[in-house]
């Protein structure tokens, strides 16, 4: 996504708590100084207060925020700890909380904003081992509903992006070959989802063309749910 945005002349703030990742962001080519990669962790307060402070002495002003940070180890249920509980909450929900609300003030004022989601179409079926992150997933779409209400007399719309299970390298990491495989018999297109398959569909909902469309989920896993 970050590749497309810089195409657009836009100004890209990122945080990941992976240098590598950052590192990769730094690559694009083009990128110059319209790219900055902050290294923090968005499950916690400090960072992202820090994050939205280096956005405030460079540009200013935010106009799209894009929560996209996501962790989904396979533990089974009765195996799981309290603690690894409460560690996918923080990040795939509670993180989203803390960007919105250091963000937020950096986009008012000007009657116009963009917040996407990206959550996953997990919440429709489960997932055997993913219980917490099922569960989280699926409270950010009600955050983001909400928020959509919330948020909409700025001018702001809010609308999440579900995708099935897509091949970046953490799932390579973190999920079984077999599983990755077999995805393809239950998709009307029978191949792999990419990261890339996202970015048309964020960058819409990121656009002017999305101004009247708010609070809505769409889903992207290649026909795998029909919603």
């Given at each position: ?6 195409a657009?002349?836009d100004t890209?703030?990122a945080?990941?708590?992976r240098?590598?990742?950052?590192k ?8 110059q100084d319209r790219l900055?990669a902050?290294e923090?962790?968005?499950?916690k307060?400090?960072?992202?207060r820090g994050?939205g ?5 460079k540009?200013g002003?935010?106009d799209?925020l894009?929560?996209?940070a996501?962790?989904?180890p396979?533990?089974?249920f009765?195996k799981m ?6 560690q ?5 929900l ?16 000007r009657?116009w904003?963009?917040?996407?989601n ?10 055997v081992g993913q219980t917490?992150y ?8 009600g ?9 909409g007399?700025?001018g702001y719309?809010?609308?999440?992006v579900?995708?099935g299970l897509t091949?970046t390298a953490?799932?390579k990491?973190l999920?079984p070959?077999?599983?990755?495989e077999?995805?393809?018999a239950?998709?009307a ?5 990419q990261p890339e398959?996202?970015?048309?569909l964020v960058f ?6 999305a ?5 809505q989920?769409?889903v992207?896993?290649?026909?795998k749910?029909?919603?």
């Amino acid at each position: 996504m970050a590749w497309r945005r810089v195409a657009n002349g836009d100004t890209i703030f990122a945080i990941d708590n992976r240098l590598d990742a950052l590192k990769t962001l730094l690559g694009i080519r083009n990128a110059q100084d319209r790219l900055v990669a902050v290294e923090g962790d968005v499950s916690k307060a400090d960072d992202t207060r820090g994050f939205g402070d280096a956005i405030r002495v460079k540009a200013g002003r935010v106009d799209v925020l894009i929560n996209c940070a996501g962790y989904y180890p396979i533990i089974p249920f009765e195996k799981m700890t309290f603690e690894e509980w409460q560690q996918i909450i923080a990040v795939n929900l509670s993180g989203a909380f803390l960007m919105v609300s250091s963000q937020l003030p950096l986009m008012k004022g000007r009657g116009w904003g963009r917040i996407v989601n990206i959550t996953s179409a997990s919440v429709f079926e489960g997932v055997v081992g993913q219980t917490h992150y099922v569960a989280a997933k699926s409270g950010f779409i009600g955050f983001s509903r909400s928020l959509a209400m919330e948020v909409g007399d700025y001018g702001y719309t809010v609308n999440s992006v579900a995708p099935g299970l897509t091949v970046t390298a953490p799932v390579k990491r973190l999920m079984p070959a077999s599983l990755i495989e077999g995805q393809h018999a239950l998709r009307a297109i029978k191949r792999d989802e990419q990261p890339e398959d996202l970015v048309g569909l964020v960058f819409f909902l990121a656009s002017p063309e999305a101004n009247f469309m708010s609070g809505q989920m769409l889903v992207v896993d290649g026909g795998k749910t029909k919603h």
